[in-house]
């Protein structure tokens, strides 16, 4: 009920203020006074009758109905996919919830705890009342125990000046993609690609510039290709090793190789995304794209706590590069959400801590993962039609069953393409997986081994089965 309606002198708002609630009227509200945007409000009279216990009053009430809103968005959000593996993950989930017995390998999570001593690091974070903000950039500790981390494991230095501690090494990539793009400018993108970099290029308006490569060259970049499509706008190259969603790895060599290429290029920054180093298998090693002559200038390095550590739900990650870069997305941050959770930091350090490469928590995981790896490689190269990449890195599988393509299935359909073979293995196999094409490769899939090796021997006795079904579809 509203006794008062004034409109600004710009007739764009209009200020609501509403009776208080009289102790005999019986009605209540918590509310006083309310402004609107005008266009968005309708204003109606009605006469009301209300009861009092004594005797009933009549009046006239002022009904404000709102208007239908424009509910149009920016270009920038419609410019934007969602991410699939998210909507898989989601769709999964409530399959499960409704008690489809699915098996879940669309999700880019270790399926391990977080090693103990973090957690307690985390658990004594609070209990000792360590809960209020930290710095933007993060704490000193955990800078410089990245700082300490970098020097030793990768061999590139940095002060702490030079790292941004975010919630999560996608908070990282974004603010980096975003501090350093101009509206129009490129963004070099070797495809398969992780799903949120050609987004967050389309986020700061950038171009996502997308180099395809091949299963047979182990999806690794050709340094030739790259010379070839490199412009006056290409402003970011990202790389990733290990790689999701392929597991591979670059070699040193060949990093040497683009990082030639990109020297020429003043203009080009490269962001290095080592966010799996630690889950490779050897004699697969890693190089930090930094650490080649001539690239600390140009490079922004991202990791994070997430994958090695099982620490996806602590949201930590960091950006390490030269200082003006760092600053700028810095900048960013202290408008966007300020530091990383203070907890979490603390978690952070104990992980750093764990010792070289995460210590032997971090290689147990390394170990189990290895060996779902080998069993995943070798049950697929069983197939007929399938090609394998064997991956050196990182928990996926990025798997060629482009030879099922134009295959049918009775009461399913025409498989077409990677989407709609991942529909019929979830539909027939109730398996999750993620189709190709959300990386930038239709012709395969990619499969999380990030589950322990029963349910990986469940997935595969599944798809198996479900690809069996599959007939070539006959010309009509
Ligand atoms: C290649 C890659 N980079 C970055 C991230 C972001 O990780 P987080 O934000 O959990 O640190 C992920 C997560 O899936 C990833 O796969």
């Given amino acids: 009920m509203a006794n008062s309606l004034q409109t600004s002198s710009s007739t764009t708002t209009a200020r609501l203020s509403l009776r208080s609630p009289s102790s005999d009227s019986g009605l209540d509200s918590g509310l006083r006074s309310i402004s609107f945007p005008l266009k968005s409000l309708k204003f109606l009279t009605r006469q009301v009758v209300i009861k009092q216990p004594n005797k009933s009053r009549r009046t006239t009430e002022l009904v404000v109905k709102a208007m239908e809103v424009d509910i149009s968005l920016s270009p920038r959000v ?5 991410s699939k593996t998210v909507a898989i993950t989601d769709q999964a989930t409530a399959l499960v919830q409704a008690g489809v017995p699915v098996i879940r390998l669309a999700a880019g999570e270790p399926d391990f705890d977080t090693p103990a001593p973090i957690a307690e690091a985390g658990k004594n974070a609070i209990r000792e009342g360590y809960t209020r903000y930290t710095p933007n950039a993060g704490t000193i500790e955990i800078r410089q125990a990245i700082c300490n981390k970098l020097k030793e494991e990768n061999g590139i230095s940095y002060t702490p000046d030079q790292i941004l501690v975010s919630n999560g090494a996608k908070q990282s990539i974004v603010q980096a993609v975003m501090a350093v793009c101009s509206p129009g400018d490129e963004v070099i993108i070797p495809a398969p690609f992780w799903v949120s970099y050609p987004e967050m290029a389309r986020l700061a308006d950038a171009k996502p510039v997308i180099l395809p ?5 182990n999806f690794l970049l050709d340094p030739k290709v790259l010379e070839s499509k490199l412009t006056e706008k290409s402003r970011l190259l990202i790389l990733c090793s290990p790689s999701n969603p392929t597991g591979s790895v670059y070699p040193k060599r060949l990093l040497e190789e683009i990082a030639q290429v990109v020297a020429k290029h003043p203009r080009l920054l490269v962001l290095s995304d080592e966010i799996y180093e630690h889950i490779i298998y ?3 090693t890693h190089t930090s794209f930094a650490s080649l002559p001539g690239m600390w200038e140009r490079t922004l390095t991202v990791n994070g706590f997430s994958k090695a550590f099982a620490m996806t739900g602590w949201r930590l990650g960091y950006l390490a590069g030269p200082k003006h870069f760092v600053s700028a997305c810095g900048k960013i941050q202290s408008q ?6 203070s907890i979490a930091q603390k978690a952070g350090v104990a992980a750093l801590g764990l010792g070289y490469a995460g210590g032997e928590a971090v290689s147990i995981m390394v170990k189990a993962f290895r060996e ?7 049950s697929f190269g069983e197939l007929e039609g399938v090609k394998i990449s064997e991956p050196k890195g990182a928990f996926y599988l990025f798997i060629d069953f482009s030879s099922y393509y134009g295959t049918e299935a009775e009461g399913f359909g025409k498989i077409e393409n990677s989407e709609s073979l991942c529909r019929y293995l979830l539909d027939e196999g109730q398996v999750a997986l ?3 094409d959300a ?13 322990s090796l029963t349910t990986l021997q469940a997935a595969v006795e599944r798809i198996k089965k479900a690809l069996l079904l599959l007939r070539r579809a006959v010309p009509v």
């Fill in 78 to 82: 419609n410019s934007v996919k969602p």
């Fill in 213 to 217: 490569t091949h299963i047979s060259e």
């Fill in 282 to 284: 050897a004699p697969a």
């Fill in 336 to 341: 966007f959400t300020s530091g990383a959770s």
């Fill in 372 to 378: 779902r790896r080998d069993f995943l490689v070798k």
């Fill in 434 to 436: 993620v189709p190709g």
């Fill in 439 to 451: 990386f930038g490769d239709d012709s395969c899939i990619r499969i999380s081994y990030a589950a």
